[in-house]
Structures are given as structure tokens and as C-alpha cells.
T-cell receptor, first 111, second 117 residues
Framework: DAKTTQPTSMDCAEGRAANLPCNHS???????VYWYRQIHSQGPQYIIH?????ETNEMASLIITEDRKSSTLILPHATLRDTAVYYC????????????WGAGTKLIIKP | DARVTQTPRHKVTEMGQEVTMRCQPI?????VFWYRQTMMQGLELLAY????????DSGMPKDRFSAEMPDATLATLKIQPSEPRDSAVYFC???????????????FGAGTRLSVL
């Protein structure tokens, strides 16, 4: 499975857009990009995923570059409750549902 | 609001004691995962089940850990005997195949924080 690289930590002001980058330069054609987050003392929570097209749901937007070597998770109007560790995961399509978790990005939303 | 329920939320025990952690997956979900999270190793998959049958437990120390699904509403993870190095947060997650799990959407419980003294 392709590896991902994320910044260790980031800050964002409340009400602004939080843009979390992820590098996955070794991604192959059948590998999806997933984003989960983990709020302190809670279990991880699914946010969004995509293959090559940009995706948007009620929580966030996912922008994947044309060469698919990197992606950005966008939280359009960050709130204090968005403070969490955000995990970018790349894994191939298939029947094996295992997720390989990295260290993630600690996002701190400041008032 | 459907959710994965884990009990207990916290457990403190002494080395050598048996520990049992329980998980109630979301009703209707047919796949259950057990994870362990530590500061050093991050989130690691221990085992997972499909329709109550174990599919993969390669991440689990076999000599002291065991995972079962006595029925569709209960999954258990046992450690016997427990050791200080087992101290961690243990998460259970569930999903549905086919369906949302086909998109790798796993629903996590709040975890059991285990401390072995």
C-alpha cells in the first residue's frame, strides 16, 4: 500500500477554512484516499474519501491533484469542535477492508 | 442514533489478571474490527470478523489474546494473562458488507482504556 506524509500539526483560526495537506506520491491507479479524524478521547470518525475526482459532503471537501500524488482536506468553516487528529489513508480497492493508520495531523482550531 | 458501544470505558487491573472487553456493533453490521492504540505504535488492527467468523487475527498476540463473537450483537476481546505492555486504548469498529464498508467506512466505538499495573 502507498504511504502517506502529513504535517505533524497545524493551527487554524475559528471560522476560517482549514486546509490539511497529504502527500501520497507512490499512489497507484486503484488506490483510494480516505480521511478520518479522531477527537480527543473518542474513536476515529470517517470524513470523506475519493479516487480521482474532487468530493464534497456535509463535513468537508477533498481535493485530489490531477496526478493524484497529493490531496487536501478542506473544512470550510472550522469550529473549535474540529480540533482533532486527522488521518489521511491510502489503500487499494478490494475486499480487504483493513486501514493502515499513520500518525496523522494534529489540527488545533484557535478562537 | 446508531453507534458502537464498548464496555467498560476504563479498566485498571494488575499484571496476570484476565481482562475482557466487550463490543456491541451497530445493529445490522456484519463486520467487526478490534484495534489497539498506543502513543508509540498508533492505531493497530488486531483482528476482524465477518458474519461472526474470524477473517484475520494476524495482528493479535496469540499466546495471550483471544477474540470471539458469541452472537451478532456481541464481540469480545480477552487478554489472559495481562501484562503492563498491554496498557492501551482498545477500539472496536463495525461496518456492513456490502454497503458502506465497501467504501471503507468503519464506525468506531469510544474505546476501552486499559491500564495494567
Amino acid at each position: 500500500d502507498a504511504k502517506t506524509t502529513q504535517p505533524t500539526s497545524m493551527d487554524c483560526a475559528e471560522g476560517r477554512a482549514a486546509n490539511l495537506p497529504c502527500n501520497h506520491s507512490t499512489i497507484s491507479g486503484n488506490e483510494y484516499v480516505y480521511w478520518y479524524r479522531q477527537i480527543h478521547s473518542q474513536g476515529p470518525q470517517y470524513i470523506i474519501h475519493g479516487l480521482k475526482n474532487n468530493e464534497t459532503n456535509e463535513m468537508a471537501s477533498l481535493i485530489i491533484t490531477e496526478d493524484r500524488k497529493s490531496s487536501t482536506l478542506i473544512l470550510p468553516h472550522a469550529t473549535l469542535r474540529d480540533t482533532a487528529v486527522y488521518y489521511c489513508i491510502v489503500r487499494p480497492r478490494g475486499s480487504n477492508y483493513q486501514l493502515i493508520w499513520g500518525a496523522g495531523t494534529k489540527l488545533i482550531i484557535k478562537p | 442514533d446508531a453507534r458502537v458501544t464498548q464496555t467498560p470505558r476504563h479498566k485498571v487491573t494488575e499484571m496476570g489478571q484476565e481482562v475482557t472487553m466487550r463490543c456491541q456493533p451497530i445493529l445490522g453490521h456484519n463486520t467487526v474490527f478490534w484495534y489497539r492504540q498506543t502513543m508509540m505504535q498508533g492505531l493497530e488492527l488486531l483482528a476482524y470478523f465477518r458474519n461472526r467468523a474470524p477473517l484475520d487475527d494476524s495482528g493479535m498476540p496469540k499466546d495471550r489474546f483471544s477474540a470471539e463473537m458469541p452472537d451478532a450483537t456481541l464481540a469480545t476481546l480477552k487478554i489472559q494473562p495481562s501484562e503492563p505492555r498491554d496498557s492501551a486504548v482498545y477500539f472496536c469498529a463495525s461496518g456492513l458488507v456490502p454497503g458502506e464498508l465497501a467504501k471503507n467506512i468503519q464506525y468506531f466505538g469510544a474505546g476501552t482504556r486499559l491500564s495494567v499495573l
